[in-house]
């Protein structure tokens, strides 16, 4: 099981991506972070930790559920639905730039679901993409505009992301299966 | 999930609080600027109602239209039923059509466990005859927990008329298996003989049923089910069994009262009392479709292997 990112190089690739993202993004007062659960959240969370900490702007963050959009729902006739948890976006979304966080970047599935998702909420003056991983074999035209770590694997590889929040510890690791 | 919803029987402690959890995540959509979601889109539910019946009816068509399931009303007053059709050959018809679910009200208690025989599509009872209506004991679990943060070691009374509710047999199994403790309290009469032994503990003074309650529900005496003399008059009633100022100070500071409607002010609940600082009543209704649009959802799912 090779780690491919320990606490020190996440914590570096989250750091570069503030910047990365104070960069390209003038109207600081127009951004908003919205990461997808689960752990898109606490990433979102360190994200405008870090843009707290170079120019002490506040960044609105939420949190996004995508399961009631996902495109694989109700295509087995046997087990259980997948478990739904709460979307908290206590911020108006209309005429923000909002940067969608999400942990591995894979076949583009849920990316497609988040952005119907969160159409719903308003009308963004943009949708941005934040990944810590992305580890390519897309399946939609979706590409990610601020990326971690670029990482090539195998399809019959996963990529497992570990965040302190809910894991205990900051590692990513590429399991075979 | 087994394929329907009959009676709380079908469900265990495990998958209850999945469905208090999925309410929670609903009931966000219910305050978004969009109020829908496309998770049952191309899932059509047919709401087949033997009774009158306007909340239940319309809260179950507003969770369906919010998953963006097609819905179809089947009101028995303008249907082939009024010719003589019988419930088997109906539910037979309208299977033909194949719809996914099917929401049944209807007069007599296990119409819902006939259907279930011979549909293919997924059954919710909605109230069947003095049978059960799971639908509404898990709207007000989801209501109790919000304002207690916990169901298990409370205590809640449910007074007024026990024999032909099924609203209070679904709370009963309910309430039990997730912990609380259940008192009941009505008139003799009203009291389904060998009620004990659903874990229950029955008293006659309804006094010392709410003392110190944490929850009072309050049961409408249902006169259309009444053949017979079951109680003296209404005004004796309320005067005997009546939910007024008065008996709410004998239960905890903090208690709340519920009806799962409708009311009959002034038969079984004070006015005062109903529009009063602890009725939660109206919330009730609004969880109903937070509740209703969990169990579609996490009904419409697959089937478990067992």
Redesign the interface.
């Known amino acids: 099981m090779p780690v491919v990112m320990d606490a020190d190089r996440m914590g570096r690739s989250l750091a570069r991506i503030a910047h990365e993202i104070l960069e390209r993004n003038r109207a600081v007062e127009e951004l908003a972070l919205v990461g997808i659960r689960t752990r898109g959240v606490p990433l979102a969370r360190r994200i405008a930790q870090s843009i707290r900490e170079i120019n002490r702007h506040e960044i609105p963050t939420g949190a996004l559920d995508i399961t009631l959009y996902r495109d694989d729902l109700m295509r087995t006739a046997v087990g259980a639905q997948p478990v739904i948890r709460r979307t908290e976006i206590p911020f108006s979304i209309d005429n923000r730039r909002i940067l969608l966080v999400d942990d591995v970047l894979y076949t583009g599935r849920t990316i497609r679901a988040a952005l119907d998702a969160l159409i719903e909420f308003g009308r963004p003056k943009a949708i941005q993409l934040v990944v810590l991983v992305d580890r390519g074999h897309r399946e939609l035209p979706i590409k990610a505009d601020y990326v971690g770590k670029n990482l090539p694997t195998s399809p019959s590889q996963s990529v497992q992301v570990h965040l302190t929040e809910i894991d205990g510890r900051d590692e990513v690791e590429i399991l075979e299966s | 999930?087994k394929k329907d919803l009959l009676s709380i029987d079908d469900l265990t402690r495990d998958e209850i609080y999945?469905i208090l959890?999925?309410t929670?995540?609903?009931r966000?959509?219910g305050q978004?600027?969009?109020k829908?979601?496309?998770?049952l889109r191309g899932?059509t539910i047919v709401n087949l109602f033997y009774e009158p019946s306007t909340r239940t009816r319309t809260s179950f068509e507003i969770a369906e239209k919010r998953?963006s399931a097609d819905t179809l009303n089947i009101a028995v007053a303008t249907s082939s039923v009024q010719k003589g059709e019988t419930l088997a050959d109906t539910a037979l018809n309208i299977e033909a059509m194949a719809p996914d679910m099917i929401v049944m009200r209807h007069a007599s208690s296990g119409a819902g466990h006939l259907l279930s025989r011979i549909c293919r599509s997924r059954i919710i009872n909605a109230g069947d005859g003095m049978h059960e209506h799971p639908t509404q004991a898990l709207l007000d679990a989801f209501t109790i927990r919000e304002h207690k943060q916990r169901i298990e070691g409370l205590k809640v009374t449910i007074v007024g008329d026990l024999l032909h509710s099924r609203v209070l047999r679904s709370n009963v199994k309910l309430l039990t298996k997730l912990g609380a403790e259940v008192w009941v309290s009505g008139p003799p009469t009203l009291v389904p003989p060998g009620i004990e032994r659903f874990g229950v503990r029955v008293s006659p003074r309804v006094d010392e049923a709410v003392a110190g309650a944490d929850v009072i529900m309050m049961l409408r005496i249902q006169q259309e089910r009444m053949h017979g003399a079951f109680i003296p008059s209404l005004r004796e009633y309320f005067h005997t069994f009546g939910m007024t100022r008065a008996r709410v100070a004998l239960a905890r500071p903090d208690v709340i009262i519920m009806h799962p409607g409708p009311m009959n002010r002034g038969v079984e609940i004070a006015s005062d009392v109903a529009d009063g600082p602890y009725s939660v009543i109206l919330e009730q209704v609004a969880n109903g479709v937070s509740v209703r649009m969990a169990v579609l959802?996490?009904l419409?799912?697959?089937?478990?292997?067992d």
Do not use: C, Q, S
């Not at chain 2, 829908?36 to 998770?39: F, S």
């Not at chain 2, 419409?300 to 292997?305: M, T």
């Open positions: 999930m999945l959890d999925t929670e995540a609903m966000e959509i978004r600027p969009i829908k979601v496309p998770t899932k998953l959802y996490l419409a799912g697959g089937v478990d292997v």
